[in-house]
């Protein structure tokens, strides 16, 4: 009797063993494919609900007293600073009358029709 297997029960064994570990690798990577996925919808669906910038910003001074300048809403040198709030029109119209400084980057005070 030959305990010995032969060339193909050692093929198909290997076959076997081959299948069996490209069918855990794709369920794993399917797994990392889902998480992209839901990641994906989340960050999409955050970005849905995120409210819409304010159209205008008054920038504070360090003690929270004084009015610093006015930005629009999507400046990026009021983003930089944390020390604005948002305002409406009518607040950015009246501080830039009241001689608060209109950003240089952003021009507020040209998007208003306020010239000097």
């Given at each position: 009797?030959?305990?010995?297997p032969s060339r193909l029960d050692l ?106």
């Open positions: 009797m030959n305990d010995k093929l198909h064994f290997a076959r076997r063993v081959v299948v069996q570990q490209a069918t855990a690798a794709l369920a794993q990577i399917d797994g990392w494919i889902a998480d992209e996925e839901r990641r994906d919808a989340e960050r999409r669906q955050a970005e849905e609900r995120r409210p819409p910038p304010p159209a205008w910003l008054i920038q504070y001074g360090l003690n929270r007293a004084n009015l610093d300048a006015v930005h629009l809403g999507g400046c990026w040198a009021a983003a930089k600073s944390g020390r604005c709030r948002p305002v409406s029109r009518e607040q950015a119209l009246d501080a830039l009358r009241q001689h608060v400084t209109p950003c240089v980057h952003c021009r507020p005070d040209t998007e208003l029709g306020v010239l000097d």
